[in-house]
């Protein structure tokens, strides 16, 4: 797509100052990450870039420009961009700010660019919003281009994002019950999805979600509910962030209790490093955090994942085991150092593996030879699966011991 637009429709350019002069619709895009420094660490989201791109907006403007928050941003966010924006000294700037959150995923972006199921556009200026909605109304039907006010648009995307990650921490905390109880969670996911008033989507029970939006959005939710005095529904919503961490506990847990109570010295290959299949991002993924589990418990990992380096896999565990002063322990780099390597092949990881770890749910993984990797490893065999991906008759019919989320 870039390439085809490149030139003709599509400009990359560094002449911040000449572009915002020229421009008459301006999207701010930049990053809002979790805030790890003063008031709000942990929780708020850091507005650092949004409001640097705001001023700079308001030097360089000399005519009417429409400025669009596309970043996802606290609610009343555009209260203080239009503030900012206020500061312009040419007499001919004025502004009309709108906002018009993501709603894209990855691995599937440009298919949700395309065919949105809705375009979000909320605003106090209605000549602006008719100009925007006009941009989406070149590829988008109408009735799915949704007008709000400001604020509705800014917390609709906050909300949606606390749903969707609700309901994988839902159906994850039935699943723990499942384990006790022999019910088998896929079958009552699809017992449940079956209704239409609760539908199919976003049940699929897994090791944790991860992602560079569930986590940081919710945590966002959750200070604006303290700073508006709404402590039961801040506690509510962490209540989501809560069951993750739980879940992705639970799994390196059962892990160790199941290859009997130790892991120390033991090779387990970890099939997945992503936090999603069809992508290379690790942002939040619950690799990272069942990975330092095991690592703390002194295995000796072996990952493969199709789309993630050694480096990276090595970055994020250290970010993970990095104290709160922001040291890295010299027992914990030793720890990275000499226990965690790549593989080139799920099969090659798994060669003379205690266990296989599945965390990521690549559709390659589904294809392996399982009768020469079970004669590769240690016997037991163990496999744990993260993500219910394989099929656990199949595999106990070559001999592994299965452990599925979910399933007793
Ligand atoms: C999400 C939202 O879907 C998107 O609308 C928003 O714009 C950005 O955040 P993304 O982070 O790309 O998108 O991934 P998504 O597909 O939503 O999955 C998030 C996490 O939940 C992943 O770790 C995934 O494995 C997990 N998940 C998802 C489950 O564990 N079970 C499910 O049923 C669905």
Same mark, same amino acid.
């Given at each position: 797509?870039?390439?085809?637009?490149?030139?003709?429709?599509?400009?990359?350019?560094?002449?911040?100052?000449?572009?915002?002069?020229?421009?008459?619709?301006?999207?701010?895009?930049?990053?809002?990450?979790?805030?790890?420094?003063?008031?709000?660490?942990?929780?708020?989201?850091?507005?650092?870039?949004?409001?640097?791109?705001?001023?700079?907006?308001?030097?360089?403007?000399?005519?009417?420009?429409?400025?669009?928050?596309?970043?996802?941003?606290?609610?009343?966010?555009?209260?203080?961009?239009?503030? #900012?924006?206020?500061?312009?000294?040419?007499?001919?700037?004025?502004?009309?700010?709108?906002?018009?959150?993501?709603?894209?995923?990855?691995?599937?972006?440009?298919?949700?660019?395309?065919?949105?199921?809705?375009?979000?556009?909320?605003?106090?200026?209605?000549?602006?919003?008719?100009?925007?909605?006009? #941009?989406?109304?070149?590829?988008?039907?109408?009735?799915?281009? !949704?007008?709000?006010?400001?604020?509705?648009?800014?917390? =609709?995307?906050?909300?949606?994002?606390?749903?969707?990650?609700?309901?994988?921490?839902?159906?994850?905390?039935?699943?723990? !019950?499942?384990?006790?109880?022999?019910?088998? #969670?896929?079958?009552?996911?699809?017992?449940?999805?079956?209704?239409?008033?609760?539908?199919?989507?976003?049940?699929?029970? =897994?090791?944790?979600?991860?992602?560079?939006?569930?986590?940081?959005?919710?945590?966002?939710?959750? @200070?604006?509910?303290?700073?508006?005095?709404?402590?039961?529904?801040?506690?509510?919503?962490?209540?989501?962030?809560?069951?993750?961490? @739980?879940?992705?506990?639970?799994?390196?847990?059962?892990?160790?209790?199941?290859?009997?109570?130790?892991?120390?010295?033991?090779?387990?290959?970890?099939?997945?490093?992503?936090?999603?299949?069809?992508?290379?991002?690790?942002?939040?993924?619950?690799?990272?955090?069942?990975?330092?589990?095991?690592?703390?418990?002194?295995?000796?990992?072996?990952?493969?994942?199709?789309?993630?380096?050694?480096?990276?896999?090595?970055?994020?565990?250290?970010? !993970?085991?990095?104290?709160?002063?922001?040291?890295?322990?010299?027992?914990?780099?030793?720890?990275?150092?000499?226990?965690?390597?790549?593989?080139?092949?799920?099969?090659?990881?798994?060669?003379?593996?205690?266990?296989?770890?599945?965390?990521?749910?690549?559709?390659?993984?589904?294809? =392996?030879?399982?009768?020469?990797?079970?004669?590769?490893?240690?016997?037991?065999?163990?496999?744990?699966?993260?993500?219910?991906?394989?099929?656990?008759? #199949?595999?106990?019919?070559?001999?592994?011991?299965?452990?599925?989320?979910?399933?007793?």
């Amino acid at each position: 797509m870039v390439k085809e637009a490149r030139g003709r429709n599509l400009f990359f350019t560094t002449e911040v100052a000449a572009t915002i002069e020229s421009s008459n619709v301006i999207f701010i895009s930049v990053n809002t990450p979790t805030k790890t420094f003063g008031i709000g660490a942990g929780r708020a989201a850091n507005l650092e870039f949004v409001e640097k791109c705001a001023r700079q907006i308001a030097q360089n403007s000399n005519s009417h420009k429409i400025v669009v928050e596309k970043s996802t941003l606290p609610v009343r966010t555009a209260e203080a961009v239009k503030r #900012i924006l206020k500061s312009a000294t040419n007499p001919n700037a004025s502004f009309s700010v709108l906002s018009n959150p993501e709603f894209l995923a990855e691995g599937t972006a440009i298919k949700d660019l395309l065919n949105p199921d809705r375009v979000l556009i909320g605003g106090e200026c209605s000549e602006a919003i008719e100009q925007l909605a006009g #941009i989406y109304g070149r590829w988008v039907e109408p009735e799915r281009i !949704l007008r709000t006010n400001l604020w509705s648009s800014e917390l =609709s995307k906050l909300t949606a994002n606390a749903f969707l990650a609700q309901r994988v921490s839902s159906i994850n905390a039935i699943s723990a !019950l499942c384990e006790a109880t022999g019910a088998d #969670i896929d079958e009552v996911a699809n017992a449940i999805g079956t209704d239409s008033r609760i539908g199919p989507k976003f049940l699929k029970s =897994s090791v944790g979600f991860g992602g560079s939006c569930f986590q940081k959005d919710i945590l966002n939710l959750v @200070y604006l509910c303290e700073h508006f005095g709404l402590h039961e529904v801040a506690k509510y919503w962490e209540q989501v962030i809560v069951m993750n961490d @739980y879940q992705k506990r639970r799994f390196s847990t059962r892990i160790v209790t199941t290859m009997f109570n130790t892991v120390s010295d033991k090779k387990i290959a970890v099939w997945g490093f992503a936090f999603k299949k069809d992508t290379n991002d690790t942002r939040e993924s619950a690799a990272i955090y069942v990975c330092r589990d095991l690592l703390e418990e002194r295995a000796k990992l072996t990952i493969y994942d199709p789309q993630v380096s050694l480096d990276k896999i090595k970055h994020d565990l250290a970010a !993970l085991m990095t104290n709160g002063s922001g040291e890295l322990s010299e027992n914990n780099r030793k720890l990275i150092e000499s226990n965690v390597q790549v593989a080139d092949s799920a099969e090659s990881a798994a060669l003379g593996a205690h266990a296989i770890v599945v965390l990521t749910e690549w559709d390659e993984f589904t294809t =392996s030879d399982f009768a020469s990797v079970y004669q590769s490893m240690r016997k037991p065999a163990f496999l744990f699966d993260g993500r219910n991906l394989l099929d656990r008759k #199949i595999l106990a019919g070559f001999g592994f011991e299965v452990h599925s989320i979910g399933k007793s």
